[in-house]
């Protein structure tokens, strides 16, 4: 190309053009970068393949392992107020935090998320997930004693359409009955009705004079248009929003109430009146009565903790450890499991690699110094099982494993072992180490023949002729060339055999399961997702650092794999 | 209990089976054309499918497609639910996992009065079924229980016989492995039933802190005995092979094994364990398709319906309606009530789950019974 480009120039001075007359440079630039161009769209659909199922499935496994925005999400408002909270006094917290605890667990039970941040916090603290259920059951009476005591007052409380009036913006009121008729109108014509409904709005200086009556009505007016397709102005207000009102009218001036009209100032200035005189029911009392537990400073501690949208918690709980109000400690003994099983699982993987090298290495060797004909039959011996299914091959494993199984039955009739003596070889660790050495085999093979292949004959007769023995021809020649393969299936094997799953589930019982099956287990019975993500990203940590720590020892280029 | 007075009925079992519900169906409106169930598989998922969906498809013409995902349901509706693409119609769960996806609003609330048909005589639906309505979302469709059956050809029992649940625990008498459910429920009632608690005080004990860690100090006992699973079909093929000798599973499991297989087993009607299973609707459906689900539903579980699907599995129809329907086996002939768990004969000594306790309780319970398994 740059004969050809060149030559037309003709000359020696200024920039060398190409035959368009451009520069070479830019020419050849531009013809590059539409090589690049087509070489990037030719692996566009590969990238955008890998991108979309294995780095984000990793980044959101990530993420996930530290969100912990269901807390915030679902008791917005205790999560604000219970700050001040110090669990250490050994009490429970102030009326205000049970207050804003009420208003939101009627809410997320309404809404059906109070079983599951039960569940999620009863990962950090033993017991919370029952004390939400049963205090989810009943938490919609707290405050039924002031809903009675306004109704003595003035019977128009228990009316919606007092707390519409006194609560909704107008102009959303007007939007509302649109769309109520629009929507008949439609059902009338029997025609399809789409339009999306005005969500609820609370009229301006409401939230200003009743903050906490505001915030709980307008909760409640949503979640009954949005969750029941009820309209708000037909139903009645839950009975923690007279509890909000009771406690924002102790606090108001008569001034701030006339802010909201005069219908609303009388009606508000008799009940402000009257509030003073209510019988008070301590929130405290309520839920010691639901469950005494509530009692126990830990429980809100925990709250507290675990009010932050991200946490370490399930790091943390990954290996044994738990975020307590007062710092990290260690989990309780009979709970802890998990770096045990993190521990277990390098162990057996190792055995595992070392049992494939041992079993391996000879075979390799076989399969590439034998003659064609018969190293040809060994490998379709070495290929059928890895054709075969994963699950066939674990299964047979079962059959010739289990105590009244081919393997005892065989013993038994040699009169190696007696028939009240046979051998516990599956369910156990034992089970496991056979099952996967026999499955990942192939990959110790394959690498390992592949290199071996390569290694000339030669070399072994050069040393041999020159005087060594046979074990030193081996060992001071071709061992150290064969080096490579080793490393090769080593970390394939390794890094298979970490993040194995089937087969542990299968012949392990249960001294022989991985920590994978301790995710899978948590993926699909525990439902503790961030924990399994948490112990994954461990797994995928512990894998990376073995493969850098590999790398800088013998060197990643040191591995074939053929 | 209901129970009782339910299989009462099954002793009487064989009348005649004469309702034509076929050309009582009304038209679907605005239905989908296909329905996505999912089962357990197995031989029970074809009992549904024979008395079900096949002369469902056959009157209507719906296109069935079957998963088999049902010991996932939670997890999976879950994580359908937070991709906001729901595309299973209708799932077949057991009552606590139903009470689950129930609490967490992943399960549709349904009013069966309203949805299911009365019995032939008109009881409402709800009365029909009794205590099987266990929450607000489930469709109770069977009876089933967990219980034992046992090898009856161990040399080393010197020709004794299990007679009660303990000889679980009599290692002595009763040599070789056994087989239980990897999970604590019903492992920590029967434990705690042989280490002298009896049936009423069974939650009151395990409701104290001390009762699950002493209910787990007898499962020590023979936790080295004990090979545990997770799938219905384990027991039964570990009976087969003669890996263990003793073991826990589902009822109609054991018919199979016992009766088409015919092995060397018998079952061991003892503190059996019963449990609901049903449907449920997974909450948020497109209207088409939920109208396709309500139409099958009305169909599925009718008397007759659910009468039928006991002529291939050995489970009780959950209505009291249908007991007196429940006759011989499909293909075998064989008389079902001996088999049923619901069958005066098999109830001496039975337990039924306390689903609120084990609601309330499960995650905790499960934390520490998986820690123990572990260790």
Not at chain 2, 347 to 356: F, H, S
């Amino acid at each position: 190309m740059t004969e050809t480009a060149t030559a037309p120039a003709g000359t020696d001075t200024g920039p060398v053009l190409a035959a368009d007359g451009l520069p070479l440079k830019r020419s050849l630039r531009r013809a590059l970068r539409a090589q690049k161009l087509r070489a990037l769209m030719l692996i566009a659909p590969l990238l955008i393949f890998i991108l979309v199922t294995f780095i984000a499935p990793i980044a959101d496994m990530l993420f996930r392992s530290v969100e912990n925005q269901i807390v915030a999400e679902t008791l917005p408002r205790t999560a604000r107020a219970i700050q001040d909270y110090d669990p250490d006094s050994g009490t429970m917290p102030s009326e205000a935090v049970l207050a804003a605890f009420t208003y939101d667990l009627t809410a997320a039970s309404e809404r059906k998320l109070h079983t599951r941040l039960g569940t999620r916090l009863n990962y950090e603290y033993t017991g919370v997930s029952s004390l939400f259920r049963k205090a989810g059951r009943r938490v919609d009476d707290f405050g039924e004693t002031y809903r009675d005591q306004f109704a003595a007052v003035d019977p128009a409380w228990e009316e919606p359409a007092t707390w519409i009036a006194l609560m909704a913006d107008p102009d959303w009121v007007a939007e509302y009955r649109a769309w109520t008729a629009a929507g008949e109108a439609a059902k009338a014509a029997r025609r399809e009705f789409t339009q999306a409904q005005p969500l609820f709005r609370l009229r301006d200086e409401v939230a200003d004079v009743l903050p906490e009556t505001a915030s709980a009505y307008a909760e409640f007016a949503r979640i009954a248009q949005v969750e029941d397709g009820d309209d708000p102005a037909a139903e009645d207000p839950w009975a923690p929003v007279y509890l909000a009102l009771y406690r924002d009218l102790l606090h108001v001036g008569p001034g701030a109430i006339a802010q909201l009209g005069p219908e609303a100032e009388a009606m508000l200035d008799a009940a402000h009146d009257a509030v003073e005189g209510f019988e008070t029911v301590n929130l405290a009392d309520l839920y010691l009565e639901a469950d005494k537990d509530w009692g126990d400073p830990g429980v809100w501690g925990t709250i507290k903790t675990f009010s932050s949208a991200y946490t370490p918690g399930y790091f943390l709980n990954a290996v044994d450890l738990q975020l307590t109000p007062d710092g990290v400690a260690a989990q309780p003994e009979d709970r802890q499991i998990y770096i045990m099983l993190f521990e277990r699982t390098l162990f057996m993987s190792l055995m595992i690699m070392g049992s494939c090298v041992l079993l391996g290495y000879p075979i390799a060797y076989l399969l590439s110094n034998l003659p064609l004909r018969t190293s040809n039959l060994l490998m379709i011996l070495v290929l059928l099982p890895f054709w075969t299914s994963l699950l066939v091959r674990t299964s047979a494993w079962k059959v010739l494993l289990q105590q009244q199984g081919v393997i005892n039955d065989i013993l038994v009739w040699l009169g190696i072992v007696s028939n009240s003596g046979r051998l516990i070889l599956i369910n156990n660790q034992t089970g496991t180490i056979i099952a996967m050495t026999h499955i990942l085999l192939p990959f110790m093979i394959l690498p390992l023949y592949s290199v071996m292949k390569t290694i000339p004959p030669s070399y072994v007769r050069a040393a041999k002729s020159l005087g060594a023995t046979n074990w030193t021809a081996f060992w001071r020649v071709y061992f150290p060339q064969s080096v490579p393969g080793i490393g090769a299936g080593c970390i394939l094997v390794f890094i298979l055999a970490i993040g194995y799953y089937i087969t542990p589930e299968l012949v392990g019982g249960t001294s022989g399961t991985f920590i994978s099956n301790r995710i899978a287990y948590h993926i699909s019975s525990s439902l503790n997702w961030g924990l399994a993500a948490a112990l994954g990203s461990i797994l995928l940590a512990v894998v990376l650092i073995l493969y850098w720590a590999y790398d800088k020892l013998v060197g990643i280029d040191n591995v074939s794999l053929g | 209990m209901t129970i009782r007075h339910l299989l009462s009925a099954t002793a009487l079992a064989a009348l005649p089976a004469g309702f034509a519900l076929a050309e009582d169906l009304p038209p679907c409106e605005g239905c989908a054309d296909g329905l996505t169930v999912v089962s357990w598989g197995g031989a029970y998922q074809t009992s549904q499918q024979k008395a079900y969906s096949e002369p469902y498809a056959e009157m209507t013409g719906t296109g069935f497609t079957w998963d088999e995902s049902s010991n996932e349901a939670v997890a999976k509706l879950r994580a359908m639910n937070e991709a906001g693409n729901i595309t299973w119609d209708l799932v077949d769960v057991e009552g606590p996992d139903s009470q689950r996806l129930c609490d967490e609003g992943l399960a549709m609330e349904v009013d069966l009065d309203e949805m299911l048909a009365a019995a032939p005589d008109g009881t409402p639906a709800t009365k029909d079924f009794g205590d099987s309505v266990i929450n607000d979302c489930f469709v109770p469709q069977i009876v089933f229980s967990t219980t034992f059956g046992y090898r009856t050809d161990v040399a080393a029992w010197n020709g004794k016989e299990p007679e009660n649940l303990c000889a679980l625990f009599d290692t002595e008498t009763f040599p070789g492995k056994r087989s239980l459910e990897k999970r604590p429920k019903k492992n920590l009632e029967w434990a705690l039933l042989c280490d002298g608690v009896e049936k009423d005080d069974l939650y009151d004990v395990l409701d104290t802190p001390e009762g699950v860690d002493r209910a787990l100090a007898k499962l020590d006992t023979i936790k080295d005995d004990v090979i545990w699973w997770s799938a219905g079909a384990e027991t039964p093929q570990r009976l087969a092979d003669g890996e263990v000798v003793i073991g826990s599973t589902y009822n109609g499991r054991l018919f199979s094994l016992i009766v088409e297989q015919k092995q060397p087993v018998k079952m061991l009607w003892d503190w059996q364990v019963f449990d609901y299973d049903g449907w449920i609707i997974p909450a948020d459906l497109p209207e088409d398709r939920l109208n396709r689900v309500m139409h099958f539903l009305h169909f599925a579980t009718d008397t007759q319906r659910l009468a039928d699907q006991a002529k291939y599995i050995s489970y009780g129809p959950s209505r009291a309606s249908s007991q007196p329907l429940v006759s011989t086996h499909a293909e075998l002939g064989i008389e079902m009530a001996p088999f049923m768990p619901t069958n005066p004969a098999n109830q001496k000594n039975y337990l039924v789950n306390n689903i609120e306790w084990w609601a309330d309780n499960q995650d905790d319970v499960e934390a520490k019974f998986q820690a123990w398994l572990a260790r």
